[in-house]
């Protein structure tokens, strides 16, 4: 098995490789900031449906070739930050105590651990708004990203330490990451709170569960002769 995957498999899938990285590279001697948004835009809508790997090989096989990334992974590593935006910014307006709770919760996984799932699951799936705060975050940090030349020189961690792909390429590099970064982590949390408003069904919730907490208490109060 081992000379069939030396010599057929690995080689094939390098050419196939080649091949998908090819159009690509094509669209970007056309417009290179435009496929940086487009990319970083779906990016997250890539990750609802479990293709994200995929949309990522692509721009992985122009890192290996050309040795640096300036289209998507710069984005990608960035990531953590902007979800964890969108998920303060919807924290910030939503009145549901729970939502503000997982809301919490999402944001720091996404920062600390590098999950994203969380988020994507558990609250903008069920808010597509709120997903469509994080796309656009995602695509306003590969604008700036692009546009300061920001450059990818290294495969790094999805969390905070994401940073280090920045690195190699001087802290010129470092610093303009930290720019474009910031834009679409602020752009996402603006987003998100413009659209995080509670729905009709959400405020009856919440009156709900306050009067269920209050009614309780009241019960124990003192009756009162007249």
């Not at 996404?110 to 799936?125: H, N």
């Not at 610093?175 to 069904?201: I, M, P, Q, R």
Request: with cysteine; aromatic share 10%.
């Amino acid at each position: 098995m081992l000379p069939i995957s030396l010599y057929l498999i690995t080689p094939l899938g390098t050419q196939v490789g080649f091949m998908l990285a090819y159009p690509v590279t094509l669209l970007e001697s056309v417009s290179p900031v435009l496929v940086s948004m487009i990319a970083g835009f779906v990016y997250n809508l890539f990750i609802c449906v479990g293709m994200h790997s995929a949309l990522s090989g692509v721009f992985v096989m122009d890192f290996f070739t050309k040795g640096v990334n300036f289209s998507l992974l710069p984005t990608v590593f960035s990531q953590c930050w902007i979800t964890a935006g969108t998920d303060l910014g919807l924290m910030a307006r939503t009145k549901n105590k729970k939502l503000k709770q997982s809301a919490k919760e999402c944001a720091v996984s996404s920062v600390v651990g590098g999950v994203v799932e969380p988020s994507i699951y558990g609250i903008w799936m069920k808010k597509w708004k709120i997903l469509l705060a994080s796309c656009i975050g995602m695509a306003s940090t590969a604008i700036a990203h692009r546009l300061l030349g920001v450059g990818a020189y290294a495969m790094s961690a999805s969390n905070f330490l994401g940073f280090t792909a920045f690195l190699a390429g001087g802290l010129d590099n470092l610093l303009k990451s930290l720019v474009g970064t910031v834009v679409g982590t602020v752009v996402a949390f603006v987003v998100a709170y413009a659209l995080g408003k509670d729905t009709e069904e959400a405020k009856k919730k919440t009156l709900t569960g306050t009067v269920a907490e209050v009614a309780p208490n009241m019960m124990r109060l003192p009756l009162v002769k007249r």
